[in-house]
């Protein structure tokens, strides 16, 4: 498998039953975990391969997606439906490990740019105290603070 990013319900943390989790495969097939977390997270490449063969994703929740990093498309479904702050953590990490860009949609304009030069911002809570995250990205302080 190559150039392929996985995302899948995994364990969670004190006070949260799961959270988001996240492993790819590079351009030349090498795993790496990208975030993982609790019973569920999956750690090593023989977890990636296990989770992936198993139609009915026993162990895990229902919900894994995987992604086509090779395909433009698939990408920015994957940027423009996650909260900006996870998609900055990823894009930082997976920069590390791969020549693959994330680009994704500015919220005010509208414009397509690299993860990597937008800022992740109108910060809010889960309203249970246990996370804070970013829900948009923007191009721009100047769109971040349009009104």
């Not at 150039?3 to 989790?21: A, I, L, P, R, S």
């Not at 030349?28 to 009915?56: C, I, M, Y």
């Not at 995250?133 to 100047?142: D, I, K, Q, R, V």
Request: aromatic share 10%; charged share 20%; with cysteine.
């Amino acid at each position: 498998m190559i150039n392929t990013m996985v995302e899948y319900k995994g364990g969670g943390f004190d006070g949260c039953h799961w959270q988001w989790n996240y492993f790819m495969f590079d351009e030349g097939g090498t795993f790496h975990n990208l975030f993982s977390s609790g019973r569920k997270g999956v750690k090593t490449e023989l977890e990636a391969q296990n989770l992936l063969a198993d139609p009915n994703r026993e162990h895990y929740s229902v919900k894994v997606t995987v992604y086509d990093m090779s395909v433009p498309a698939e990408m920015h479904d994957f940027v423009d439906g996650m909260v900006a702050s996870t998609v900055k953590q990823l894009d930082a990490h997976m920069a590390e490990l791969t020549t693959a860009q994330l680009r994704g949609h500015c919220t005010e304009c509208d414009d397509l740019h690299p993860v990597s030069d937008m800022n992740a911002e109108d910060w809010t809570g889960d309203g249970h105290g246990i996370e804070f995250f970013a829900m948009n990205l923007y191009c721009s302080m100047e769109c971040a603070n349009a009104d």
